[in-house]
């Protein structure tokens, strides 16, 4: 967000949202992960600019936060953009792996995987 | 970008990779962000959530004197560990005024490593105090002062009252290696307690 003026802040972003401040879906995570549907539906409406900047990043699979941190937005803001776009087909979202129960085989490819660093 | 030509899966979801994260946690200016973008594959990335001041407790709004909007600010970096999962690793916000984020924050997470400064070391005692009460499985790692480290491991274990199944590390936030064996002894600790749970 750098030096912009905090006070201005919270107007801009929500009105990307339509005024809604609160997300439809809960099921987007920070770690969640969203690509752009290819194709993309045909009847869907023209999408907004900061929707076609987040087709464009999720082109390749991104996690919501690194999203946000991409278009220097909230990451309440891009969730409720998230939906809109889930909501007309124009994404897949993947969630987080499940860690409730510790997984073994999980824990030994992240094992392996910082060995390798 | 690293890591972009290693999704080789393909599935329904345009081969998204599994992800996991853990949180780095510990006082303010312990080096959280230091520790993260030492083993991040990307330069750690920022996000910024606006806040009310409905969502702190009466305590933390004395001395506020003027309505404005706060931001909380969380530092992250990646780790693409293999062609389909992806850690994540989360500074936690270092204030404590924050900390009603962190339950958000450590749904989901595999474990904690709570960083601790060698200098102060009570300043993470309430980030320890969090992950045990909620049962979250954590390391503690000793950041030392220009790679210094004055006490031995024991003094510092006393010095928090850790059990004896916490592990303590000494390391360099600063140095790839150093941190990446923190995040190996996190898992360690998992794999044994996924082990121990399976009896």
């Known amino acids: 967000m750098g030096g912009s003026d905090p006070s201005g802040r919270l107007v801009r972003p929500f009105t990307l949202t339509g005024g809604r401040t609160r997300p439809s879906r809960a099921d987007f995570t920070l770690i969640t992960t969203v690509t752009t549907a290819d194709p993309q539906p045909e009847t869907a409406a023209r999408p907004q600019p900061e929707h076609t900047r987040i087709l464009r990043l999720c082109v390749r699979p ?19 953009m998230l939906c809109d776009l889930l909501e007309a087909g124009r994404i897949t979202v993947r969630p987080p792996r499940p860690v409730t129960t510790p ?15 | 970008m690293a890591g972009s030509d290693t999704v080789s899966r393909a599935s329904a979801d345009g081969g998204a990779p599994d992800t996991v994260k853990i949180l780095i946690a510990g006082g303010f200016g312990v ?21 009310t001041m409905a969502g702190l407790d009466v305590d933390d709004l004395e001395g506020v004197e003027e309505k404005r909007v706060t931001t909380v600010a ?39 490593v ?17 992950f045990e009460r909620r049962g979250i499985p954590f390391v503690v790692a000793v950041n030392g002062f220009h790679g210094e480290h004055p006490y031995p491991v024991e003094d510092i274990r006393e010095a928090l009252t850790l059990p ?18 923190v995040l190996i002894a996190l898992i360690d600790l998992l794999i044994a307690q996924a082990a121990a749970a399976a009896g």
């Open chain 1, 62 to 80: 991104m996690a919501v936060a690194e999203l946000a941190a991409r278009l220097d937005l909230p990451v309440s803001v891009v969730v409720i």
């Open chain 1, 103 to 117: 997984d073994p085989d999980l824990l030994q490819k992240v094992r392996e995987g910082l060995g390798r660093l």
């Open chain 2, 31 to 51: 080096g959280k962000t230091t520790l993260v973008g030492s083993v991040s594959e990307i330069r750690p990335l920022r996000t910024e959530e606006p806040l």
């Open chain 2, 74 to 112: 969380m530092d992250f970096g990646r780790i693409t560990v293999s062609g389909d999962l992806v850690l994540y690793l989360f500074g936690t916000p270092g204030q404590q005024r924050f900390w009603f984020m962190w339950n958000d924050l450590a749904h989901g997470a595999l474990g904690a």
């Open chain 2, 114 to 130: 709570v960083l601790v400064d060698v200098r102060r070391p009570k300043s993470s005692f309430a980030a320890i105090d969090f």
């Open chain 2, 164 to 181: 004896a199944d916490v592990p303590v590390l000494l390391c360099d936030a600063r140095e790839r290696e150093s941190s990446r064996d």
